[in-house]
């Protein structure tokens, strides 16, 4: 009797969890479905699901109209930098608040995510104006540092919690073996916690990428990524469903083939720890 | 090679001074162990020495230059951790080559030593396994691998063999020992296990509440502890210690007499009591007497087998010549 009660508690279980789990997709279902549909058929009243005629012709409207590849490589340069960039300042800043903390440790990761809590507009034109003095508006360079900025704290926090979870001891048999500060966030630390280390690449990776504030705002042409080349799409009269929704799969496509080949290693990441 | 001084050292966490103001002296290729009760400061101690915590005065030399500052990679000492701290990511072969790899040696000086090391601890066939895959016997020697191919000046121990069980503790002592004799470097070593102090040391520190209560041999110890504190901390069983009219009739506040000490008789002897429980080790019986109106409980240690039951009168006498006499501040008379 026991068993069939578990088995039939499984059913409904897994029904409840694809039920959710379409129900968080079906946006991008929607998206990728209507973008190969023609513009009329993307505003038919009912809906069309899947009986339309399917199409290219969206597509290669959209590569004709833009630089696909350029708004793609500054995607890939800005999510890249910012992430590598992050990392760099992260791993130390999140190893000395682990391993070395202060009486103040705390409420610096406090104040740390506390400026995650403004909201980005309020900061917009002092940013702003910086980038016009420095010269930076719609460079990848500004770009690049502005995400990385935004996104810190949430990296620190991520590897804080990872670099807590190492026992201290290994760290200062690294110290007694001779190991300097560098070789022993090089050759032990980062090492031991690579799984943490790439989720929170991988997130952040993914946060830049999908940020669209400061880079609709901060570029115009030529340091633009996919995200300003979605908005590209969109217009006032709403004529362009069909090719938005193109536009916008072209631009979540290679993020969404990442976070697929990845999720394992996401997954771990994200309960290391908790599973220790 | 491996003088260590200690000058006036103390180390205070915020407001609470856990080590006050402290001397020791540790000479060239002797083994001292730092004895005491837990959150007496003896790995406190040991951590200042190694550089993993800084002093909040005072000095520390090793070898006759000022250490005081130098960070832990810069003292030329090597430490095992009573977790063996191995790097769980690298093989036996890279934690024991790590050391070596820091201090810039080449490739072949590294394997010999490796080579030897390994050897030596009985690790050639597990070289390339990953510590995850090892038993705890086998981390421990990892860990003393690790810490032997860096010719230190001195082996820091911190409470080594506390994480095995007991048989393999016994063997891994023995295998310390051997090694302390063929490398007659200095060893300080840390435990709260007093066998382990009085087997393995050359000289013992014994530590309470951040101070030193004696330094000294470790029969130097048993047969003359300073005080009451050391009477009753070294050696197993502890001490018989009596205050009251009968130490009176020695001129002092307590007098302690040692378990092995006590002769034991059914019929006659200066102290009557009764059996409460007979614990037989073989070679050895310990018997717990109760009601002697001298203490709660005596313990009287007797070589080979006695056939006492509980609640059994028995007469106890002390060998006048081996009784310890304390004074009011507990501190030793005579």
């Known amino acids: 009797m026991a068993r069939s009660v ?76 910012s992430t590598i960039l992050g990392i760099m300042i992260a791993i130390p800043a999140a190893w000395s608040m682990a391993f070395v903390p202060s009486r103040r440790t705390k409420d610096i990761l406090l104040w740390m995510l506390s400026t995650k809590m403004l909201p980005a507009v309020g900061v917009l034109y002092p940013i702003y104006l910086l980038f016009i003095k420095l010269g930076l508006l719609d460079s990848v360079v500004g770009l690049t540092i502005v995400l990385m900025l935004i996104n810190l704290p949430i990296i620190i926090w991520m590897l804080y ?38 989720s929170t690449l991988l997130l952040n990776f993914i946060l830049a990428w999908n940020e669209a504030f400061w880079t609709l705002n901060l570029t115009a042409a030529k340091a633009a990524p996919l995200t300003a080349f979605i908005a590209s799409y969109s217009s006032p009269e709403g004529l362009f469903y069909a090719k938005l929704s193109a536009a916008s799969t072209m631009a979540i496509a290679p993020i969404l083939i990442l976070g697929w080949f990845s999720q394992k290693q996401l997954v771990r990441g994200l309960t290391f720890g908790a599973v220790k | ?70 960070p832990p990679a810069k003292r030329s000492l090597a430490m095992v951790f009573q977790s063996y701290a191995l790097y769980p990511h690298m093989s036996v072969r890279k934690n024991i080559a790590f050391p070596m790899r820091m201090a810039g040696l080449d490739e072949a ?38 810490a032997i191919v860096r010719e230190p000046a001195a082996f820091l121990f911190d409470e080594p063999l506390s994480n095995l069980d007991a048989a393999l503790r016994v063997g891994m002592r023995l295998e310390i020992m051997e090694l302390h004799k063929k490398l007659e470097t200095t060893m300080i070593y840390v435990t709260h296990d007093q066998v382990e102090a009085m087997t ?80 037989h080790l073989g070679s050895d019986t310990f018997i717990h007497v109760h009601e002697t109106g001298l203490t709660d409980m005596m313990t009287v240690r007797i070589t080979g087998d006695i056939q006492v039951k509980h609640r059994d009168t028995i007469y106890l006498t002390p060998d006048m010549e081996q009784l310890h006499r304390f004074d009011a501040q507990g501190l030793r008379l005579g």
Not at chain 2, 233 to 253: R, Y
Request: aromatic content about 8%; glycine content about 10%; hydrophobic content about 40%.
């Open chain 2, 109 to 146: 000086t590294q394997k010999a030593k490796i080579e030897a090391a390994a050897k030596a601890l009985n690790l050639t066939d597990y070289l390339d396994r990953k510590p995850g895959q090892l038993s705890g016997g086998q981390r421990q020697r990892v860990a003393i691998g690790r």
């Open chain 2, 1 to 70: 090679m491996g003088q260590i001084t200690l000058n006036q050292v103390t180390k205070s966490f915020g407001d609470v001074q856990v080590i006050p103001p402290l001397d020791l002296e540790i000479n060239e290729g002797e083994f001292v162990v730092f004895v005491g009760p837990s959150g007496c400061g003896k790995s406190t101690l040991l951590r200042l020495i190694a550089g993993l915590e800084d002093t909040s005065s005072g000095h520390i030399s090793i070898d006759g230059n000022d250490a005081t500052q130098l």
């Open chain 1, 6 to 81: 578990t088995t039939k508690r499984k059913a409904i279980n897994t029904t409840i969890a694809w039920a959710i789990g379409l129900l968080i997709f079906f946006p991008i279902l929607w998206t990728i479905l209507t973008s190969f549909k023609s513009e009329a058929q993307a505003i038919a009243d009912p809906p069309l699901f899947l009986f339309f005629d399917w199409t290219t012709e969206n597509y290669s409207t959209v590569m004709e109209r833009s630089n696909y590849g350029r708004f793609l490589w500054n995607s890939i340069f800005i999510a890249g930098g």
């Open chain 1, 161 to 198: 919690t990872y670099f807590r979870e190492i026992p201290g001891e290994i760290l200062e048999a690294a110290r007694m073996d001779g190991a300097g500060l560098k070789a022993e966030i090089l050759y032990v630390l980062t090492p031991m916690a690579i799984p943490g280390i790439a």
């Open chain 2, 200 to 279: 393995m040391a050359d000289k013992i520190v014994v530590l309470q509440a951040g101070v030193i209560e004696q330094v000294g041999s470790p029969l130097e110890l048993y047969h003359a502890p300073r005080n009451k504190f050391v009477a009753g901390f070294i050696g197993s069983p502890k001490m018989n210690l009596i205050e009251g009219p009968e130490a009176a009739k020695h001129d002092a506040t307590t007098i302690g007499i040692r378990p092995e000490h006590l002769t034991v008789s059914k019929t006659e002897g200066l102290w009557k009591g009764t059996v409460g429980v007979a614990e």
